[in-house]
C-alpha cells in the first residue's frame, strides 16, 4: 500500500494534526517545506491553530497576524511583562464645546479633598483589510470632564506618518508611528464634584449613526444622563438625548449590545430604570422602573449589567441576597426577579454588596448561551463565578491570599482564559487563571529552550525539563501594585474601573484616583513583539531595534511596579519592575525586568 506523505493528506487530517502543534512556529516551519503546505498553513492552518488554542478569543479573521499577537500576548501575560504609565490628555487636544482661538490648559479640580474616580469605556474597530489596520477608542471620566482619545494604527496611519514632518510627527503621532487625537468635554454650567460622571458608554459602530462622530451616553452625579455625540471632524459636540431621571443621582449605568440598545441606569433612590436609547428625545422618559431596594430598606443599587439584550443582573447591598436577574422584554422589567443570589447558603443573615457584575462569553457548546455564565466581585473580597443552569449559587469561586477581604470594585475577563479583578486598597489589580491545571491550551513556554542542566531532567516523564514540567501546572494568580512608590491617599486607592479594548488587545486601562494607568502587556526584549508596539514583519526575520527605553518610554513616564505571587505556603517575596533598560534579578518564568527591587543591571 502507499503511503502518504503529509503534503498529500486531506485538509481533515492536517487541521487535527495542527491541533496538536504546540507553537505557531512549528506552522511556519512546516510552510517552509513545500509549496502546498505553504498554501494550506495560509489558508487554514493558522486559523486552525488560533480556533484550537485560543476558543475564547474572539479576532479578527488575519489568522497569521491573530496566532503571532495572541501567542505573544499569552507569553506576556505568562511572564508579568508589563509596561504602565500614566495617560491623560496632552498633544493636539480639542475641547469641547470649541472655542476659537487658543484653548485654555485643562485646569485640575478645586476643592476636592478626593481625587476624581474615573469610569472607563474601551472599544475596537477594524479600519482595514490587515490585523494592525484598526482604531481603538478609549473614553474615562475625570471629574465632571469627559476625555476621548482616539487612537488610529496600520498601513493608512503609517503612511500618513511617512508623509509628515517633525513637528507634525511629534504632535499627531506616538513612538509606534499611532495617530492619536484627544477630545475634552465640559460644558459651562458642569462643575467638579457636583456634575462628577459616574458612569460612561461608548455606542459601538452597529448601535451609533453613520456620522463620523463618537457618541456616548453619559451619567453624572447630578442626575444627568445624555446621549453626546462629539465629532473630531467638525470639532462640535451635541446632545442627542436626555433621560429623565428626576435629578437622581446616577450610581452606574449599561447599554445592552443589541443594534437597538436598552440603557439601564442604577438610581440613588434604589431603583433600577430602564429606557430606549432610540429614536432619540431631549425627553426619554423609562419604560419600566423597578424599586429594587424598597424606601424602608437600607443599601443601594450599585451595579447594573447586561448579561445578554433581554436579560439584567442588578448587584445591590448590603443585603443578604446582593445579586439579581431580571428578565426584560418589551422595556418591561417585572417586579420579581428571575432569581437572586444569596451570600451565603447556610446563613439566613450574612450580608454582602456586589459591586461589579460581567458576562463570560460563550466559548463551547457547555457555555450555553450567552449570558447563562458570568462573574461578580463582592464586598467580601470574593469573585463569583454563576451559571442559570445551575442551581447552586456560584459554580467557582476566586479569592485573593495576599489582600483576602479587600472589596472587588471591578472586573475584566480575558476570553475564558484569565481575567482581572480592581482591589479596594493599595492601587492592586489582581490577575486569576480560569483554566484548570493540566488543561490549558496554550503554553507560551513551549516555544521557549529548555534547561542545559542534565540534573534538571524529569526522569519517566514525557516532559523534557523541570521548567516545562511545572509550567504545565502553573495557574498561580499574582497581586500588581500599580502606584508602589506613592504614599499617602493616592498610593491606597482603589482600582474603581478596568477596560481593555478587545480580549487581544495588548493594552489594559485602569482607573484609580485622580488618574488612568495604561498598562502594555510586551517583553520588552521581544524581537517580534505585537504588531501595536511597531512589530512588523515578523515571519520575515527582521524586527525593529532602537533603544529600549527610547522605544517604549520616550516620555520617562513608565512605572516600576511591584508584584506579589498567590500562594498559600511558604513566605510571600514582594518583587520589583527595574527601569527600562535594565535587567533585574531574573527570575525564571518572570519577564527581564523584575528583581528584588535593586537598580537592575543594564541589557
Avoid at 484569565?418 to 491545571?437: P, Q
Avoid at 511597531?534 to 513616564?557: I, K, L, Q, T
Wanted: hydrophobic share 35%.
Amino acid at each position: 500500500m502507499h503511503s502518504l506523505s503529509l503534503a498529500e493528506l486531506p485538509a481533515e487530517l492536517l487541521n487535527q494534526i495542527v491541533c496538536h502543534l504546540e507553537t505557531a512556529g512549528a506552522l511556519f516551519h512546516i510552510s517552509v517545506t513545500c509549496k502546498r503546505l505553504h498554501e494550506y498553513i495560509e489558508h487554514n492552518g493558522y486559523r486552525t491553530f488560533v480556533r484550537c488554542r485560543f476558543p475564547s478569543i474572539r479576532a479578527p479573521p488575519h489568522w497569521k497576524d491573530a496566532a503571532h499577537a495572541l501567542t505573544t500576548l499569552s507569553k506576556a501575560w505568562d511572564k508579568k511583562a508589563f509596561v504602565a504609565r500614566p495617560i491623560h490628555p496632552e498633544t493636539d487636544v480639542t475641547q469641547l464645546p470649541y472655542r476659537r482661538g487658543r484653548q485654555p490648559p485643562r485646569r485640575a479640580q478645586r476643592g476636592q479633598t478626593m481625587g476624581y474616580q474615573p469610569v472607563i469605556d474601551c472599544y475596537a474597530e477594524q479600519t482595514g483589510n490587515s490585523w494592525s489596520s484598526r482604531d481603538e477608542i478609549l473614553a474615562w471620566g475625570a471629574g465632571a470632564e469627559l476625555d476621548l482619545r482616539l487612537k488610529g494604527m496600520g498601513e493608512n496611519v503609517e503612511s500618513q506618518w511617512q508623509g509628515s514632518g517633525d513637528y507634525e510627527r511629534s504632535l499627531k503621532f506616538d513612538q509606534f508611528h499611532h495617530r492619536n487625537k484627544w477630545l475634552t468635554y465640559k460644558d459651562d454650567t458642569h462643575y467638579d464634584g457636583r456634575d462628577d460622571i459616574t458612569s460612561v458608554n461608548l455606542l459601538r459602530a452597529w448601535q451609533k449613526p453613520a456620522d463620523g462622530a463618537e457618541h456616548l451616553i453619559i451619567g453624572r452625579a447630578s442626575g444627568e444622563l445624555v446621549h453626546v455625540s462629539l465629532s473630531n471632524r467638525k470639532a462640535q459636540c451635541r446632545i442627542v438625548a436626555r433621560f429623565a431621571t428626576g435629578d437622581r443621582r446616577i450610581q452606574s449605568a449599561h447599554v445592552s449590545s443589541w443594534p437597538e440598545p436598552l440603557l439601564a441606569a442604577c438610581l440613588s433612590t434604589g431603583s433600577v430604570v430602564v429606557y430606549p436609547v432610540y429614536p432619540p428625545s431631549l425627553d426619554t422618559r423609562p419604560h419600566s422602573e423597578l424599586p429594587v431596594i424598597p424606601v424602608s430598606t437600607s443599601g443601594r443599587t450599585w451595579a447594573t449589567t447586561f448579561l445578554r439584550p433581554e436579560r439584567l443582573a442588578i448587584g445591590i447591598g448590603p443585603s443578604t441576597s446582593p445579586l439579581h436577574i431580571y428578565d426584560v422584554s418589551n422595556l418591561v422589567v417585572p417586579s420579581k426577579p428571575l432569581r437572586k443570589f444569596l451570600v451565603s447558603t447556610t446563613s439566613d443573615t450574612s450580608t454582602s454588596s456586589v459591586y461589579a457584575i460581567v458576562p463570560l462569553d460563550p466559548s463551547s457548546q457547555a457555555s450555553g448561551t450567552a449570558g447563562d455564565v458570568f462573574m461578580s466581585g463582592w464586598y467580601d473580597g470574593s469573585i463569583r463565578v454563576h451559571d442559570l443552569r445551575s442551581p447552586d449559587s456560584h459554580v467557582n469561586i476566586f479569592t485573593d491570599p495576599v489582600d483576602t477581604y479587600s472589596a472587588v470594585y471591578s472586573l475584566l475577563p480575558i476570553g475564558r482564559e484569565r481575567f482581572v479583578a480592581g482591589g479596594a486598597r493599595h492601587s492592586i489589580i489582581k490577575i486569576f487563571d480560569f483554566r484548570m491545571s493540566g488543561n490549558r491550551l496554550y503554553f507560551a513556554a513551549n516555544a521557549e529552550g529548555c534547561s542545559a542542566d542534565k540534573a534538571d531532567k524529569v526522569p519517566e516523564s514525557l516532559t523534557c525539563c523541570q521548567y516545562h514540567s511545572d509550567v504545565k501546572d502553573d495557574r498561580a494568580g499574582y497581586n500588581v501594585f500599580l502606584d508602589p512608590s506613592k504614599h499617602g491617599r493616592r498610593a491606597e486607592s482603589p482600582v474603581y474601573s478596568l477596560a481593555s479594548a478587545a480580549p487581544y488587545s495588548p493594552h489594559i486601562y485602569a482607573g484609580l484616583e485622580g488618574r488612568v494607568v495604561q498598562l502594555d502587556l510586551v517583553d520588552v526584549m521581544d524581537r517580534f513583539p505585537d504588531q501595536a508596539f511597531g512589530g512588523r514583519n515578523w515571519s520575515s526575520g527582521r524586527a525593529e531595534g532602537g533603544d529600549v527605553g527610547e522605544r517604549y518610554d520616550p516620555e520617562e513616564r513608565t512605572l516600576k511596579l511591584a508584584a506579589l505571587e498567590h500562594t498559600t505556603t511558604g513566605s510571600m517575596k514582594l518583587r520589583v519592575q527595574s527601569e527600562l533598560g535594565k535587567r533585574g534579578e531574573g527570575f525564571k518564568g518572570w519577564d527581564e525586568r523584575w528583581g528584588w527591587g535593586s537598580r537592575g543591571v543594564e541589557y
